[in-house]
Nanobody, 124 residues
């Protein structure tokens, strides 16, 4: 069965960096686009970044563009989110997600499997 396991979250200060990892199993990883979503306390889950199956195309939410970088290593069945210049508003639970197909999407319903999430807390 499909399994996505996030890691790398933690407590940091504004301006610091973190690198999140997502280990995938149970499907042919290279056949699917992948995404990262996040959910701040008291808010709806929102799109952060996505990447095509080959890694050649990426997309970002305006709120993270220029600070976050999504990447993948198909030989390792892993997707990453490098987060730089973190801000308090970046605080939340970050989720790795598997697309239903090859199309990158900002819409959560087009992703069919989700990891358990990893907590990112950015202090002032």
């Amino acid at each position: 069965q499909v399994q996505l396991v996030e890691s790398g979250g933690g407590l940091v200060q504004a301006g610091d960096s973190l690198r999140l990892s997502c280990a995938a199993s149970g499907f042919t990883f290279s056949n699917y686009a992948m995404g990262w979503f996040r959910q701040a306390p008291g808010k709806e889950r929102e799109f952060a970044a996505s990447i095509s199956r080959s890694g050649g195309n990426t997309a970002y939410a305006d709120s993270v563009k220029g600070r976050f970088t999504i990447s993948r290593d198909n030989s390792e069945n892993a997707v990453y989110l490098e987060m730089n210049n973190l801000k308090p508003e970046d605080t939340g639970v970050y989720y790795c997600a598997k697309s239903r197909g090859t199309i990158q999407s900002t819409m959560a319903f087009l992703y069919d499997y989700w990891g358990q999430g990893t907590q990112v807390t950015v202090s002032s």
